[in-house]
């Protein structure tokens, strides 16, 4: 018999075991189906209450966990707002603890606090989903990279995988150096210096500021979004010289394997730090990314919906 | 004779001195300091298996008043010191107004007379509201009753206005903390940036943030040759800044916190806002260097910088929340089952880094000594007292620690301040 | 917790459980008018390799192949605030059910809230003509009004009893055990 999921919480990749990530890698392949179906809804969370709390602005990560919660015919609210102009009114605390009152049952929540989901999560009885905290962890988004290169190369385990770009102020790349490491692949992380956190090779992985060597071996790549008002602080001279240091197009990728994978987690920037032509082309499995990132997220809500009777019994 | 403390183990590194021994109060002077003291006492106290020390002076806390009452008062954060063991304080000018003028000198030390319980010696802005633009009248702070100068909570980032200040300062015998600090270089930072930084994705402040700034301090000291003194101390690079400097003669000198000296960034794992102190807590290499230049007198005192803070302020993402935490009740039992319980600091330590160094460089006159003579501030610690840091045990009216219900053994039980007894049994009785 | 003993007695034997199957399959074709809509959709676990089976039985009997599809109706089940989650497998059902004679396959019938969400569950594919069930043990205690259309053995039995059975696909060898809790 397989680990149950006992977690009334997913703040992050950093304290799930492998088996742990497997178990939503594995309970997510099985709704990926139900996309497909004629009536693409399931009854599994019919009564419970879902509130999408987006402190920080997203499209997709919220319009994807939405359609994951109505997929499992839970019952949806969205509360958007920036933090900024939030905690001139009311604190944090107090929003979660009205929602508690409301007796809603899981929160998602965006915040560009790191630490905020673990501190609503410390709060309330309901299960909290981190949908990006700050730079600390996006494991949604992880989870369906993971997913994807599973899906794509059948394994994880040695695969030879390298996060591009912004790593210093990257959720996404530190949740999949988390996941990926903890599922046995060699990760290198690749970009600009001002862009490399400190202590990151004690993560486990490898660091590399020259991006051509960090694509060579690479089995697949994963290029971060990079944030425009970034070179106001310096932290690169240019677009102009990012684009072509560190842009992904595919000059860069004839040195690199026939079968390379190319993920980004999105918004693209089209034709900064990835070409239109590699966006497009057949390397590119960006849009099973946010396929696939339906059912991991399905599968997330469902396990913690049910950790609530796990947890009773233990 | 008013007083006679018996048979307590005195230490008092002013005169060399380590021994059990009496201790006699007069008049709020100490009068006698030696074994068998056979003169009558109004008031005999049995100190046996105690440590009696000369009254505790922290040299950096903020009291809040004016301005910020709900944090803390004077008088509130009088009696979280006497509850440490302090008969004396030096107050930061960060208060609001700033305190960059006689009037708000004065209004301290009024409202310090008017419920009286320690010692509150107040530290005036350097710069008018501590903006960093122009200094303040140096000498009339003096003569109002500032003992020193400082921006505290702000460096003096203009490096040809430090230096002025400083030989102006001199001048007068006036000498000036400095908060060492790049803002530019911490920027939005909330911790001390290091692998745990990278985990946690909090924006880190790097160790040379106040290590360019101790550096650049050093230089002008050594320029100008008043005297300066580092505040909060924070990381291993400064240490090795201000070892060589002193070795160079110059007239620095430096104090550092008990969070420093117990605590690293590795505590922030739980993104506890009762961790966000500014300086930020370093690493477990800046705390081991810590450690030892407290121990070689590289670090010259130890202060609790204490600053206290609403908990509905502290209550939010770690973001969000201010920094500081307060410090003076937990500074002695910190010490004691951190540093001197294993052997690491002994009570002399204890002594010269915050009773008689905190005095010396203050320029406190009749503090930091038993020596006959000397004013009548005595502390008295249990060594084998054990205490809960319970939300009871503070008595300021703010209670942001990370050191609630912390178990340590050794605190302070007694206090007299000019002679007469503020702390009783670990109560308040002034 | 003291372990309560456990009794097990063995009620089906692999050539019987072989030709109970057997039987099913025969009293399905009975009972379909068109064989040309015939479709067997069995519940996982068990219920799909019992399908799989039926299946072949029926290739064997009548030379045609009627689409076969499996059901996991975890996802419809009523009681994830009790049991929580569970593991989960896929629901594989590659063709049109629209206007198909649908017969469902499962191993035990008990409370009849399996079957419950697998109807559920195979309506959200499509509006079948019909839906028959077909299951091998039917040991009473319904809870819903539900009832199989071919059954292979009526096994009656207590509450504190259960039904296990095993398959060779699954579980190593074909047999049907009654399990006795015993204090």
């Known amino acids: 018999m397989k680990e149950l999921w006992k977690r009334k919480d997913l703040l992050g990749l950093q304290e799930l075991s492998s088996e742990e990530i497997q178990l939503i890698l594995d309970t997510a392949d099985s709704f990926k189906e139900i996309s497909l179906r004629a009536i693409k809804k399931v009854p599994a969370l019919r009564g419970k209450t879902i509130v999408n709390l987006f402190l920080e602005p997203s499209t997709r990560t919220r319009t994807s966990f939405e359609l994951a919660a109505k997929r499992l015919s839970a019952d949806t609210v969205n509360i958007s707002a920036s933090a900024s102009s939030f905690t001139k009114g009311e604190t944090l605390k107090d929003t979660a603890r009205n929602l508690q009152a409301l007796k809603i049952d899981i929160l998602i929540m965006r915040h560009s606090a790191a630490g905020s989901a673990r501190f609503l999560a410390d709060i309330l009885d309901a299960s909290v989903i981190n949908a990006g905290d700050g730079a600390h962890e996006h494991p949604t988004q992880a989870l369906l990279d993971l997913f994807t290169l599973k899906q794509k190369k059948g394994k994880i385990k040695n695969l030879n995988v390298t996060i591009i770009g912004d790593i210093l102020h990257s959720r996404v790349a530190r949740s999949n150096i988390w996941g990926l490491t903890k599922l046995g692949a060699n990760v290198t992380v690749a970009g600009p210096a001002t862009l490399m956190p400190v202590g990151i090779e004690r993560l486990g992985v490898t660091v590399c500021t020259d991006v051509n060597k960090a694509i060579k071996q690479a089995d697949a790549i994963n290029i971060l979004r990079i944030q425009m008002e970034r070179q106001k602080t310096n932290l690169f001279p240019s677009i102009r010289e990012y684009r072509d240091l560190y842009g992904i197009d595919l000059e860069k990728l004839k040195n690199a394997s026939k079968d390379i994978l190319v993920m980004h987690p999105g918004p693209i920037n089209r034709d900064v730090e990835i070409s239109s032509e590699v966006a497009d082309s057949s390397y590119s499995v960006i849009l099973d990314q946010v396929t696939n990132g339906l059912a991991v997220r399905m599968a997330v809500l469902y396990l913690v919906a049910g950790s609530a009777a796990v947890l009773e019994v233990n | 004779m008013d007083i006679l403390i018996k048979g307590g183990r005195i230490v008092d590194p002013s005169q060399d001195f380590d021994c059990i021994a009496d201790l006699g109060i007069n008049m709020g002077k100490i009068v006698a300091c030696g074994s068998g003291i056979k003169e009558k006492a109004n008031k005999v106290v049995d100190a046996t298996g105690l440590i009696v020390v000369p009254g505790l002076i922290d040299m950096h806390v903020h009291f809040r008043e004016p301005g910020m009452e709900e944090k803390e008062t004077i008088y509130t954060g009088m009696r979280a010191a006497a509850k440490g063991g302090f008969s004396s304080v030096a107050t930061m000018p960060n208060t609001k107004p700033a305190t960059d003028n006689e009037g708000i000198v004065k209004y301290i030390l009024t409202k310090t007379a008017e419920k009286p319980l320690i010692n509150v010696f107040p530290v005036a802005a350097a710069t008018l509201a501590r903006d960093g633009k122009q200094m303040t009248e140096i000498g009339e702070l003096k003569k109002a009753g500032a003992v020193a100068l400082s921006d505290d909570g702000d460096c003096i980032t203009n490096s040809a206005l430090l230096r002025r200040i400083l030989e102006y300062a001199g001048s007068l015998d006036m000498p000036v903390l400095e908060h060492c600090e790049d803002p530019v270089l911490s920027g939005q930072g909330v911790m001390n940036e290091s692998i745990m930084s990278t985990i946690l994705g909090l924006k880190g402040i790097p160790a040379a943030s106040e290590v360019v700034m101790v550096a650049r301090d050093l230089t002008l000291c050594k320029m100008t040759g008043s005297r300066l003194h580092i505040q909060h101390v924070s990381s291993a690079g400064s240490v090795e800044l201000i070892r060589w400097a002193k070795s160079k003669g110059v007239p620095v000198t430096a104090e550092t916190a008990p969070h420093y000296l117990v605590l690293t960034d590795d505590d922030l794992h739980s993104y506890s806002t009762m961790l966000k102190v500014k300086p930020p807590i370093g690493s477990k290499h800046d705390r081991e260097e810590l450690i030892k230049a407290v121990k070689d007198g590289t670090i010259d005192a130890i202060a609790s910088d204490h600053a206290p803070h609403l908990h509905a302020e502290k209550d939010v993402e770690f973001d969000y929340a201010p920094f500081g935490m307060i410090g003076l009740e937990s500074s002695i039992p910190l010490i004691m089952e951190t540093l001197i319980n294993p052997g690491i600091l002994d009570f002399k330590d204890l002594v010269r880094l915050m009773s008689l160094n905190p005095a010396n460089i203050l320029g406190l006159k009749g503090k930091g000594s038993l020596k006959r003579g000397a004013d009548g501030d005595v502390t008295l610690i249990d060594p084998e007292k054990e205490v809960v840091l319970t939300k009871d045990y503070f008595e300021s009216k703010s209670i942001n620690t990370p050191f609630l219900n912390w178990k340590c053994k050794g605190a302070p039980t007694s206090l007299f301040v000019s002679g007469k007894q503020i702390l009783k049994d670990e109560k308040i009785i002034g | ?183």
Do not use: W
């Open chain 3, 1 to 183: 917790m003291t372990k309560r003993q456990e009794k097990i007695i063995r009620i089906m034997e692999p050539d019987q459980l072989r030709r109970v199957i057997m039987r099913i399959s025969h009293e399905i074709l009975e009972k379909t008018e068109n064989h040309e809509d015939l479709a067997i959709v069995g519940i996982v676990t068990r219920g799909a390799h019992l399908a799989r089976r039926v299946v072949d039985n029926i290739k064997e009997i009548e030379g045609i192949n009627p689409p076969f599809g499996i059901l996991d109706i975890t996802l419809h089940r009523d009681d994830l605030d009790i049991s929580g989650t569970r593991e989960m497998h896929k629901t594989e059902i590659n063709f049109d059910l629209n206007e198909k004679n649908i017969v469902l396959v499962d191993d035990v019938l008990f409370s009849g809230r399996t079957v419950r969400a697998a109807l559920d569950e195979i309506t959200d594919y499509g509006r079948p003509k019909k839906i028959q069930l077909a299951v091998l043990i039917d040991r009473g205690h319904r809870e819903l009004p539900i009832r199989a259309d071919c059954v292979g053995k009526n096994i009656p039995t207590s509450f504190d009893e259960k039904v296990r059975v095993h398959l060779k696909e699954e579980d190593g060898e074909d047999v049907v055990l009654l399990v006795k809790q015993e204090d």
